[in-house]
């Protein structure tokens, strides 16, 4: 069929099978570990320097105050109390020098490699007096030079470690992708587990190998020969104690028994024998307690693990090694007794002992504490105590994602309705039992509730949640390529255009890139991965003393997560909709300007309903005006915020059918882009007639350069269309060639300069208001009205605040172009 006249107008790219010792495979291979390499490298950094300011109490002093300050910088003596501190800052920057490293390491070359040890060297020094400089303003941190020395010695520490090991990391990153086998996937999550049950064992890093020291930690009952022999308060704290130290070790001998083919006496003696080995370190750990009795609890757990794995392990289609799990008769009722079992189990160990108070007073004076950033509480307790916090939280809610990712399983065989359906209930319901446990604790007065146990509790349930479903997503893929092959088609491909090629799509079996290499399930999830990073820095945004002071007031203060929830979904679709659009407008077989006029007020009106949950009244009035036609209810405000959201919803579409769909080669987006051109043009007059002409207050006209020009306006569009296209760009990367891949982002480093130069016109430079004068710019992006930004700071905050909106913007936009790729094929040839 001619191209011109194929529905599925993005044609598929023949894929290349690389061979052995093709280096173009090897690099293919390779390419997956260097992204998630630079994204973890991100990731790190991001929380080094988050964890080092917070709990973000900026406290502005004058610069040559701060300056002369640092100048004193005191060296501190420690002793056994702080030699945790001291390890830990070493410990902090071992990763984030060896996975910078890793992300520069060049290929060939002894010179090469060692100026880049020399700059990641230096660039970690550099940071961690830069970090130190800044805890000046940021109360209550600690400003001490055995910091900077400690994660100077971390750095090299790291770049040591990458000279060493860094290849064989790389080949392990690269394991990931290549691991389509259960076998293969819980081998790594083994490794990856024992690593973080090792490391957590030798907390806090109170090191000691001196004898005397050893011999009073025995004095004191830290060492515990005889099991059972440990003295807790009550019953229920040992029985406690006792259940968790075997549940720790029932995921080990899981997923040891899932990755090998040992007998499970086997898995045990070795799980007992990781567990005798923690203990024999734990005697070097001055505060840690040395027993016996952690021996054996492993041995019951490791049992307890095989058991499990025996029952969920895939085996060869046999009556005595089934393919999944048998969801007999009575699997319905087991399964809702283990999920009931289990929300008791988490009802008892965070509302123990159920003293509930519901006087409104009281609830009331706990309210604030909902109000602290993330991890502000675990900042005033040891690390040792934060990370015991964060396990805790984390591996109590992970038993409710297995089980929940186990009933959809189930559930999926009942009945058949769309993996994005099953996922996203399972989602809400992770997320609503997260809030429903800490809004019980906000009840018990022995209890602390914090929006940060949330984000932990929901983080720890969804790795349950994801790892269930991605371990048996290889078994489904199996059993669609035999029922393939029995229908004559080839196994793993399908016929191009079908329902067959489209859902297997759509729900993951089918992920080709351009390159011909494999997506695996994590896109799936990317979406729900990209909401929760969205909603935790929408939280710390608006909580945050350095934000514009605007946005710290879009957060409703009665229901404040519920408000950043409903905020990151309206930010979806804000910025992700304009794409489905698009991509229906390309679909459509009549191209109606009126037709296409009613969905962009229709994707306004939905916006208008999200916004409203999310945001006061009186933010959104601030905004699009007040109201003065004496309209019923809220219709005025309706039609104000509708008319000014025809903008994003114009540029979001006008991007996707112009870059978007240009970088995936459909020939009928011409038609579309004739219809966005027309449309544009009878519509984006009248949004302006409404939102500036006829505007009610001088919010946004005053801002606007010459009291509201036409110029102004244009400019602020194109501004606009200038973040929309950007994000695209970045949303299809993977789909762009490398020569088009660097021409894409330079464009998008242009960006930065032009926005600010076309924000320059479209602005207004001078302000007299509040009695002082200052300018649009400034009023926007500015932390307070009594300190507006001064130049070189408002440059700085526009590149954040720019890389922030087409950061979120092409987050936002990735779900909808992987949809636009399963509804309309392939990538087409370039």
Not at 155 to 169: D, P
Request: net charge positive; with cysteine.
């Amino acid at each position: 069929m001619p191209a011109d006249n194929n529905p599925t107008a993005f044609r598929r790219l023949p894929i290349k099978t690389p061979t052995a010792g093709d280096a173009e495979g090897s690099t293919t291979r390779a390419a997956p570990a260097r992204i998630l390499l630079r994204w973890l490298t991100l990731g790190y950094t991001a929380f080094v320097i988050y964890g080092s300011l917070v709990p973000l109490r900026f406290r502005p002093r004058p610069l040559a105050d701060a300056w002369e300050s640092f100048q004193r910088i005191p060296y501190l003596e420690l002793g056994i109390g702080s030699r945790a501190d001291w390890v830990a800052n070493i410990l902090l920057f071992v990763p984030l020098a060896f996975l910078w490293l890793g992300v520069l390491w060049p290929k060939r070359g002894w010179i090469a490699k060692g100026l880049a040890s020399a700059l990641v060297l230096f660039c970690c020094v550099g940071l961690s007096v830069a970090i130190e400089f800044t805890q000046n303003f940021f109360p209550p941190r600690t400003v001490s030079l055995n910091d900077v020395i400690a994660e100077s010695i971390g750095a090299v520490i790291g770049i040591g470690l990458w000279w060493s090991t860094g290849s064989r990391v790389m080949g392990w990153l690269a394991g990931w992708s290549q691991a389509h086998t259960p076998t293969g996937t819980a081998g790594r999550l083994l490794y990856a587990y024992l690593f973080l049950l090792f490391g957590y064992s030798i907390m806090p890093l109170d090191l000691t190998i001196s004898a005397v020291e050893i011999y009073h930690k025995w004095h004191e009952g830290k060492v515990l020969l005889v099991p059972f022999s440990a003295v807790y308060e009550t019953g229920a704290q040992q029985a406690y104690a006792l259940l968790a130290d075997i549940a720790v070790w029932i995921p080990a001998a899981f997923l040891w028994k899932l990755s090998s083919s040992h007998s499970a006496r086997k898995v045990v003696l070795y799980v007992v024998a990781c567990a005798t080995t923690i203990e024999v370190l734990q005697l070097f750990v001055y505060s840690r307690v040395t027993s016996t009795t952690d021996v054996l609890t492993a041995g019951c757990g490791g049992v307890i693990g095989v058991a499990l794995a025996g029952w969920l392990r895939p085996g060869t289609g046999t009556p005595s090694s089934p393919r999944s799990i048998d969801f007999g008769s009575g699997w319905v009722l087991l399964w809702i007794l283990a999920l009931a079992g289990w929300a008791g189990v988490l009802m008892v160990v965070f509302w123990y002992p159920f003293d509930f108070n519901t006087d409104w007073r009281f609830v009331q004076g706990r309210l604030p504490a909902l109000k602290r950033v993330p991890f502000e509480a675990y900042y005033y307790g040891t690390e040792f105590r934060a990370l015991t916090e964060v396990f805790h939280k984390a591996g109590f809610f992970f038993p409710l994602g297995v089980l929940l990712a186990i009933g959809v399983l189930g559930a999926r065989r009942l009945v058949s309705l769309p993996s994005a359906i099953w996922y996203a209930g399972g989602t809400f319901i992770i997320a609503g039992a997260a809030i429903g446990i800490e809004a019980g604790q906000l009840l018990l007065p022995g209890k602390n509730a914090d929006l940060t146990d949330v984000f932990l509790e929901a983080f720890g349930a969804m790795i349950g949640f994801v790892a269930i479903l991605a371990y048996f997503e290889p078994l489904r893929a199996s059993a669609a390529d035999r029922r393939a092959s029995s229908e004559g088609e080839k196994p793993g491909r399908h016929p191009q255009g079908s329902a067959r090629q489209f859902l297997a799509t759509a729900q993951g079996e089918v992920r080709d890139s351009p390159d011909g290499r494999r997506v695996g399930t994590w896109s799936r999830y990317g979406w729900l991965w990209g909401a929760v990073v969205m909603v935790g820095l929408v939280w710390v945004a608006t909580h945050s003393a350095l934000a514009p002071y605007n946005l710290r007031k879009l957060v409703q203060t009665r229901v404040p997560l519920f408000s950043v929830a409903v905020l990151v979904a309206a930010t979806y679709w804000t910025l992700g909709v304009p794409v489905s659009l698009a991509g229906k407008w390309m679909a459509a077989n009549r191209h109606s300007v009126l037709l296409a006029a009613l969905s962009v007020l229709g994707y306004g009106f939905g916006a208008w309903l999200l916004f409203r949950l999310a945001v006061p009244l009186e933010m959104i009035e601030k905004v699009v005006g007040s109201p003065v036609l004496g309209w019923p209810l809220e219709f005025e405000d309706v039609g104000r915020f509708v008319a000014l959201f025809c903008v994003p919803a114009l540029a979001g579409i006008g991007a996707s059918l112009f870059v978007g769909f240009s970088i995936l080669h459909s020939r009928k987006a011409r038609i579309a882009r004739a219809t966005w051109l027309l449309m544009a043009t009878i519509l984006l007059p009248v949004c302006y007639w409404i939102v500036v002409e006829k505007a009610a207050t001088d919010n946004i006209v005053e801002l606007m350069r010459d009291n509201g020009s036409i110029l102004s306006g244009v400019c602020l569009f194109a501004y606009v269309l200038l973040i929309a296209a950007s994000a695209t760009v970045i949303a299809l990367n993977r789909c762009l060639l490398p020569r088009r891949r660097l021409v894409a982002w330079a464009l998008v480093t242009i960006g930065a300069p032009l926005g600010y130069a076309l924000l320059g016109l479209g602005l207004e430079d001078m302000l007299v208001k509040y009695g002082k004068v200052f300018s649009a710019m400034q009023f926007l992006l500015s932390s307070s009205r009594e300190a507006y930004a001064a130049p070189l700071e408002l440059g700085f905050r526009f590149l954040i605040a720019h890389a922030g909106i087409v950061a979120v913007g092409a987050v936002c936009q990735a779900p909808f172009w992987t949809w636009q790729r399963a509804a309309h094929g392939q990538l087409g040839d370039r």
